[in-house]
């Protein structure tokens, strides 16, 4: 008997999450060259845990782990290996291995790792399939990458609307290679366009001689396989779909995309946004030093011009700041809360624009609430600041400027923070990914130029 | 004959979004009372556009829609529009016709719809329900919000595993209230509690007189009714499960799950983390300005301190600036950069915790791998500063300040990044909500005191 491994799924803080231990016992097996205790530690885990232990591990382990479990890897644990770290790992298996473990895998599935694949190891894999499936494969792969034609599989079933209830159930009976998971059966007419779908629950429930035709649903949405993942996602969370057939430029079916890859899709989306959104590139944890500082460098780069341009600026009254310091002291406070208030917007308008929920029809209405939250904002924020800056350097007039900067930079903040990704949007760039570097130097500039050009007209 | 409204799915950028022009149409035939119109325009529209229409119109549009459409408005619309608008939206529709729609609701959607509601029209709501839907409703409602207990569904297909396939079928040809969508039967033992399930194409695939309990699926996972939905969420997506029974204590079967809610919890999530990363509450679109003004208020006045606390440390500083306004100037730059370099580390760690990807097994790793990040960006960075700060000032002592204060600041970044999430995270605080502020704080205040530290040392 062996130690059985289960993840907690109670204690709300670790639920699902692989504890330390496990892992302890895990690498003490590796360590040692216990196979058989290896694979009996993994066999009760779930190949996406498997792939996270995999993930949570360092280079070294990894390959030792790989080295002894060989040829028992199993498809499905690629498979939801991180992309970020499948090169490596399918350096450190055997070809023959990894031919083997993807010959068992759905066609979405093979996409989805060969894409990834160096071209000879590609070609290699190609080759080890069966000639349905590469055909397949290689259809899809024909797509371009992130579009439904990559998301799909091709195994589904389909019949066509003059089948009876009982002829499809005998059919299922008789066929030996259903898909693993299917919700409908999806009706074509003769040039293969579907027409209809007739989901198994009812099916199940109608009587054998029921023509399907007659219970078919025709309220149903196709998928044009060259539509972006990012929208089949959009689509399958919008109209709660569970599965969509997918269809060529002649409206031919081609392939079937189930929920589970749209929910994989919208995750995966919602991660890119959170990360562009900060500057992060598409790093993972399990990226080296190398990668990551490199992944992170542009951002950087870009925020160096920025806070130069600031700087630019803000050298521009330096005989104003030589002749009032409190000026310097005081002056990244308007600067800072520009930039607060401008992410806030931009966060709330990139997220908007994802959601398909900012549209022309209320741009209008939203920006123009923006500036007044600015101003409402920006009121009450100068009205703290301005008595901030009289009690600390006993100046009235020092107040007022700081207080007349805030409302400017906090107005400036929320329509800089609408109109540049509204803007990026437009000409078809996503504003997840350069907004915040548009916002923060306009919110910067202007903060820095208003409070210091005031204090140089007021005061001095 | 009237116009049909479709919406457009191949133009990539607008795909899934309703145009401005069929808004136009809609509001239209608001205008002109023309109900048998906006109904006809209304029919062909998914729920969740018809309530993404009403969230992009503005209030008062939205009233006369409301009153218009009158008792034409379909449970399942409501249960789409977004929460923020609900009250505002059952106010505007009389009692009888709230409660007639919601009627025809799975009860996990009533729950749902039920839950925002205010006391009084809840208990009306309740009353008008069929006594099997209110209990279970009311069941629901005694689990904590954002639980799985909420989420579920109590619609299910249970069968005890003596059954035969025939059996099954039959049942369920003969049983008029079956879900709308289900996809396994569940096998219970006689004290309800869950021992496997038939996945419906299974079912369909063996022959009649085949037992359940030889085709039945043991591998499965139940989920605790006491769960978080964000747990629940991660499940779904982490072992592409479709639908999972829910337990309670005694771990006997209440209700079931499906994965588009769970693929809505997922989304809500991703948006929530999005936000509070960038200071932004619970807001919506639809928010009025008062609303979003107050929603904002909290993460400004934060900020407001954390720069505050920026200029007290720059203040220390005074005669160092007055000697040197270069000093002011340069100073934003060692600031900004830190602030950028942090938030970049905090936002993958924020992600990695939420995935359950950064977990204490590999923890340290990623912090050493944090800290030599910003020691390399840092270095580079350092570089490039220090000679703009020697080209611009001409300098060189100046460029080494400015380099070594870059160098500190994005050590210092990468470890508030890494170390300040994961603090929260484990005294319970969501990383998301409160780890911005902190290290922008430790960033600026860092930044400044090394730079202007280091100056008043080396350079004056």
Known sequence: MTEQLQLDTENSDR??????????????????????HLIDLLDPLHAADIADLLEQVSSKERGAL??????????????????????????QIPDEVVTEAVRALETDDVVDLVEDMEGPQQVRVLEALEDADRVAVKQSLQYPQDTAGRLMQRELVMAPPDWTVGHAIDYMRGE???????????????????IGKVALSTLMAKPRATVLADIMDEDFRVIPASQSQEDVA??????????????????????????????????????????????????????????????????????????????VVIAQFSSTIEALVALAVLMPIVASMGGNAGTQTLTVTVRALAT???????????????????LMNGCVFALIIGGVGIVWYGSPMLGLVLGMAM????????LAGILVPIGLDKIGIDPALASGAFVTTVTDVVGFFAFLSLAATILL
């Not at 030996?176 to 007419?189: C, G, K, R, S």
């Not at 409302?407 to 929320?414: E, F, R, T």
């Open 15 to 36: 639920a699902y999450e692989i504890d330390a231990d496990a892992i302890e016992l895990i690498l003490d097996a590796v360590e040692d060259g216990d196979r058989d």
């Open 176 to 194: 030996a290679d259903l898909p693993e998971n299917f919700y409908n059966v999806l009706i074509v007419d003769p040039r293969l366009q579907p």
């Open 234 to 311: 959009y689509a399958f969370n919008q109209y709660h779909m569970v599965s969509a057939p997918v269809v060529d430029q002649e409206g031919r079916l081609v392939g079937i995309i189930t929920i589970d890859d749209a929910m994989d899709v919208l995750d995966e989306e919602a991660e890119q946004d959170i990360k562009l959104l900060a500057g992060v590139g598409d790093e993972s944890l399990t990226d080296n030093v190398f990668d990551t500082t490199r992944q992170r460098f542009p951002w950087l780069a870009v925020n160096l011009l920025t806070s130069v341009l600031a700087s």
């Open 407 to 414: 409302v400017g930079n906090l107005i400036v903040a929320g």
């Open 66 to 91: 790989l080295a002894l479990w060989g040829d028992a890897i199993e498809g499905v644990v690629l498979s939801e290996v991180d992309e970020g770290l499948r090169a490596e790992v399918f350096e």
């Open 356 to 374: 398909k929920d900012l549209t022309p029809a209320n741009a209008w209405r939203v920006i123009r609430r923006e500036v007044i939250v600015g």
